[in-house]
């Protein structure tokens, strides 16, 4: 995997040849404001090195956007004044991500703010959710 992939959007933040609104960096990690914010400080923190997502990224570099990522989420809440945060991922299509570098993004919550669960939670089928578990174990 290259350090750097000469046609992602985020690896060109990072490398600050496209402008973001930076806000926190560590060694391995850069933070930056969203530009389509889904609440007030909405922030996505990428690694440095790039990566396409979740299955491709280094534990490492996992630990240190996670760590960065709980300092942005610490920041939002002293500076901001959110009530609380989601951290969200979405990895491949399926699962909404448009940006091939891995990120994780912030999202501050406010209460009475007007974000919404994208799904109704049900009570599953034990027998299904047994079944998981079994294969998810072997
Ligand atoms: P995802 O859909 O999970 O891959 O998230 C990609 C995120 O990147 C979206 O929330 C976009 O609003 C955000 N985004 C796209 N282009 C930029 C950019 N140039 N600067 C900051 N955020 C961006
Ligand atoms: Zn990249």
Redesign the pocket.
Known sequence: MPETDPDC??CA?VAGT????IIDQSEQAVA???????TRG?V?VVPRVHCSDLYEISAGDLAETAALARQVALRIRDKLGADGVNL???CRPA??????HF?M?VIPRYEGDPLQLPWVPEAGDSDSIAACAAALRS
Not at 18 to 21: K, L, N, S, V
Not at 32 to 38: K, L, Q, S, T, V
């Open positions: 959007l985020f933040i496209i402008d973001a609104q930056f404001m969203d530009i389509n914010p889904a909405h996505l969200l991922n979405s699962a909404w991500q448009t940006v091939f990120h993004h």
